[in-house]
Nanobody, 120 residues
């Protein structure tokens, strides 16, 4: 059974930091690209950051470049999102997604999300 479980969200003051985690199971994590998305109330889901499976190449949305860092630990089947210099505009539900390939077919798996609220 595939599972993606996000954690680490919460309430933080502007300028603060949070580290999100996404623990994966039920598929081959090490060969899966991992992506963090976020969705604020009334807005469409936005890609935040992606890390590739083999090389660990990362890409970021312009809105988070220089503030957020995505990383992965294949030994722990976990992907992280370090978020610094948080502002109210970062308030959203954060989701992780796995893109896994099996027998030539791509599968996307999603977690349930973790809420991040930036407020004083």
């Amino acid at each position: 059974q595939v599972q993606l479980v996000e954690s680490g969200g919460g309430l933080v003051q502007p300028g603060g930091s949070l580290r999100l985690s996404c623990a994966a199971s039920g598929f081959t994590f090490s060969t899966s690209a991992m992506t963090w998305y976020r969705q604020a109330p009334g807005k469409s889901r936005e890609l935040v950051a992606t890390i590739s499976s083999i090389s660990g190449t990362t890409t970021y949305a312009d809105s988070v470049k220089g503030r957020f860092t995505i990383s992965r630990d294949n030994a722990k089947n976990t992907v992280y999102l370090q978020m610094n210099s948080l502002g109210p505009e970062d308030t959203a539900m954060y989701y992780c997604k796995a893109n896994s390939r099996l027998l030539g077919v791509n599968y996307d798996y999603w977690g349930q999300g973790t809420q991040v609220t930036v407020s004083s």
